[in-house]
């Protein structure tokens, strides 16, 4: 149980065109789930969170109309990266809660998404 | 704000060896931490889940600890193997949020 996947695993785009990369809890539902980065070498960076019903929270510095976040379902969450440049290539990986949103929960991961532009 | 420091950041030993992988933390008021591990170009892959009210974890090989007061974790590997050979993450929870630690990269040698 608990799987989590995103779709697409990897995606190679012309620099200004958008790119949408979707987050599925497929055993359970999610309250809340969330979007990290992640470039070579580097560790994980939290770049907003998603509530379902409402909107994102971003960490400072991420650029809200750029990374369109939404969570529509308690399955789903999207992240649309809006007009992308070459500095957005990295590494995308969503994490999502079970629905209880207890702060003791184990947040279960997507195997990520590798976002190339050109 | 929290941060999470983990040493060493690369370690290469050769196979057999028991090895301990070290992660701080800055901030106490933690709900748990986590142990990932990481291929190269891959997912994360959780090892281990400690919650603040305990000490320690185990799964087969791997042995976590949890020091809260100091602001500490360590995870032991008994037996390496070139299998094991990734990237380690730690990772504190407070209010919702993971906080990532910089990450052990390992390379056991046969």
């Known amino acids: 149980g608990a799987v989590v996947s995103q779709h697409p695993s990897w995606v190679i785009c012309k620099s200004g065109t958008s790119v949408k990369i979707e987050c599925r809890s497929l055993d359970f539902q999610a309250t809340t789930m969330f979007w990290y980065r992640q470039f070579p070498k580097q560790s994980l960076m939290l770049m907003a969170t998603?509530?379902?019903?409402?909107?994102?929270?971003?960490e400072q510095g991420v650029e809200k109309d750029k990374f369109l976040i939404n969570h529509a379902s308690l399955t789903l969450s999207t992240l649309t990266v809006t007009s992308a440049h070459p500095e957005d290539s990295s590494f995308y990986i969503c994490?999502?809660?079970?629905?209880?949103?207890?702060?003791?929960?184990?947040?279960?991961f997507g195997p990520g998404t590798r976002l190339t532009v050109l | 704000k929290q941060e999470v420091t983990q040493i060493p950041a690369a370690l290469s030993v050769p196979e057999g060896e028991n090895l301990v992988l070290n992660c701080s933390f800055t901030?106490?008021?933690?709900?748990?931490l986590q142990w990932f591990r990481q291929d190269p170009g891959k997912g994360l892959t959780s090892l281990l889940l400690i919650q603040s009210s305990q000490r320690e974890q185990t799964s087969g090989r791997l042995n976590a600890s949890l020091d809260k007061s100091s602001g500490r974790s360590t995870l032991y590997i008994a037996a390496s193997q070139p299998g094991d050979s990734a990237t380690y993450l730690c990772a504190t929870r407070g209010f919702q949020k993971l906080v990532f630690g910089t990450g052990t990269r390992l390379l056991v040698s046969p």
């Open positions: 998603s509530n379902e019903g409402s909107k994102a929270t971003y």
């Open positions: 901030d106490s008021a933690i709900y748990n």
């Open positions: 994490s999502a809660d079970p629905r209880t949103g207890a702060n003791y929960n184990e947040q279960f």
